[in-house]
């Protein structure tokens, strides 16, 4: 249930760098204005995605209500993970989209293996020891890794040396 909530919020954020953002990054050849853009994505869509987890988060119980059955409201617990590593997801995806942008197919793979693996090893580290929660906790340490990973990556494109 977490995942469709999230799927339904987040949608208006990933079509909006799908069809502006990604093509925008492809068009760009110079490093200055390719950085530019990366932190213009990050003064719009970063506080969107902020702005919309926190609604989220905040009418969750209502959300729940709403979309579901009364069984599902033990499903409020899992909502704080699952934001912050939204927020994390996109916060790594306005830079990671260079990947895309820029035919990087090796990192690109690289990258969505070892990032799923994790994340599987991770859930059931954690489901063991928290259990339904360490599910979503494990997405937000999986995404908050990623965002790390894809910064280490992309270092000398954000910042100039």
Known sequence: G??????????????TLSYYYLPRLSEIKDRVELRKEIFKGYKFILPL???SSAM??????F??????TAKFHPMKELFLYQVIGNIFKIASWLVSYLMVA???VKTYIITEILFGA?????????LQHYGAVGVTMAYCLNRILYFIVILVIFRKTLIFS
Not at 2 to 15: N, Q
Not at 63 to 68: G, N, Q
Request: net charge neutral; charged share 15%.
């Open 2 to 15: 977490i995942i469709k909530i999230s799927d339904i919020y987040m949608l208006v954020i990933t079509t």
């Open 49 to 51: 995605t902020i702005l």
């Open 56 to 61: 989220v988060y905040i009418f969750r119980e």
């Open 63 to 68: 959300i729940i209500e709403f979309l579901y």
């Open 102 to 104: 820029k035919a990087m």
């Open 118 to 126: 994790s994340f599987y090893l991770l859930t059931m580290l954690f």
